[in-house]
């Protein structure tokens, strides 16, 4: 009986080893390159950014409010995402210049575009045939919600209905300063449309320079963000007659709102981050992550708001999409108004 039993055990223990030859001897080299091939996971979510430096292109000049932005969210990621980040600035054609730049650059991760709204309004107006949906869409870092409508404080307009007033009675003779194609040019459209005044929409370049062109008293009024004219309030040589906000602002709450004042116009603009069509979605995921942990840090939120008066706004790659499919909706509707026709 006892050697039944040690027998049974034995043919047993040969069947086992058998089965595990024959499915041995079945398994392709295909499949047994694929058992023993790394996994994306753990051979490219590794190398990237692997210490190379990461090139940011902000599409306007040096020393605006985009490239501020820029810079400061670049000091914070570089630190979480262990690599050096570089700001280019490649200015023209109201940002569509870097936009291009960037769009046919390698999508490997190592070159992205800072921009905002003013992407989607090139499109609108003719500057470019592409807006966001070009590129990879990561992430947006700031909302800001601070556009304010300012006069040189020497100009005789006191109040918001003081210029509408004006614009209203001297059609065409009151100069409104933009970029034409950017988004304060979408703005002045905007005000026309609900008052009925007819601006002078003229075009004065940039934030800097309009800033300059508004000091020098060569135009009426400005459209920017609050922390673009914000040295020039502070120095009294700028008055403030509005806010377009749903509702005033902590940071300069002696503003009034230009909705309280009777005229319901929003602004806002989005800063937002975005690769070269074809970027890994890993890396788009990786910085988005990265761009959501500075919008929490306080020191961020310190320096954001002490040189430009907006607080952090971060909205995930989805999000961000979502936002800048209705905001261009919302610009190609209103085309025709834009446009003057």
Known sequence: MK???????????????????????QKTPEAE???????????????????????????FKAGGDTDFHARTYAKYMEKILGAPIVIVNVDGGNGSVGSIQVRDAKPDGYTALFFHDSMLMNKVVGVTDFAHEAFDVCATGIMDNSYIIAVNSKSKYKTLDDLIKDAKENPGKIKYASSVGGYTYYVGRKLEELTGADFNIVDAGGGADRNAALLAQKIDTNVNPYGVMKPYIDSGDFRVLAVFSEKRSSLFPDVPTAKELGYDIIAHRAYFLAFPKGTDQRIIEKVANAMEEVSKKPEYAEDIKKAYCVEPAYMNTADTKAYLDSALKEFEDAKDMILGK
């Open 33 to 59: 390159k694929a058992e023993k091939a790394p996994t994306a996971e753990t051979s490219d979510e590794l190398k990237w950014p692997d210490g190379k430096t990461i090139q940011i292109v902000v599409p």
């Open 3 to 25: 050697k039944l039993t040690i027998l049974l055990i034995v043919l047993i223990l040969l069947s086992i080893v058998l089965a595990g030859c024959t499915n041995s001897a």
